[in-house]
């Protein structure tokens, strides 16, 4: 069980972020996470709960108008800095947040690198964004039809938000 919160609008996304991640800790506290959109996308995460995210972020880069972030409770992949969500595609395009299962992920994950992609994290979750990119790419295709082909591809339950540099101000949500 995960905690996932978004926002896009005219106001600063991190204090919006941060409170909804504060209400929904309950559904995860092994690690926490923001991804916040202004000309690009600037990550956050750290293992821990809230107010450890807060404590890693301290001074740092806060601003932007969009964003997603996460409360994890961990299924792939142990509770630590790299396995803590937001994930970003290979080329950091897109960003993806996630909660469930992603039961075929190992032969996705397979499938994508031998197409080219390496991994850093444990999570299914990494699996599930790089395939997005790369049926966005392959396909030439917007973010939300590449979303609906990868979910296509999966098998699972799961809720998901996405964002990507290349459409600006855009969450998806689907799950």
């Given at each position: 069980m995960c905690g996932i919160?978004?926002?896009?609008?005219?106001?600063?996304?991190?204090?919006i972020l941060i409170k909804g991640l504060?209400?929904?800790?309950?559904?995860?506290?092994?690690?926490?996470?923001?991804?916040?959109?202004?000309?690009?996308t600037t990550l956050h995460k750290c293992k821990g709960k809230v107010v450890d995210l807060q404590n890693h972020i301290g001074s740092g880069l806060t601003t932007g108008t969009a964003g997603i972030g996460h409360t994890r409770w961990a299924t792939h992949g142990e509770p630590n800095d790299v396995n803590a969500h937001p994930h970003t595609s290979m080329s950091g395009d897109i960003v993806l947040i996630h909660n469930?299962?992603?039961?075929?992920?190992?032969?996705?994950?397979?499938?994508l690198i031998h197409r080219g992609y390496t991994f850093h994290s444990e999570t299914d979750t990494e699996v599930l964004v790089n395939l997005i990119e790369e049926i966005k790419k392959s396909e030439a295709c917007s973010l939300s039809e590449a979303i609906r082909k990868a979910l296509n591809e999966v098998?699972?339950?799961?809720?998901?938000?996405?964002?990507?540099?290349?459409?600006?101000?855009?969450?998806?949500?689907?799950?």
């Open positions: 919160v978004g926002y896009t609008g005219s106001k600063d996304a991190y204090p504060q209400r929904l800790e309950y559904r995860g506290y092994d690690s926490a996470g923001v991804a916040l959109m202004n000309d690009k469930g299962i992603i039961e075929n992920y190992d032969s996705v994950r397979k499938e098998i699972g339950a799961y809720a998901i938000v996405v964002m990507s540099n290349s459409e600006p101000g855009t969450l998806v949500a689907a799950k």
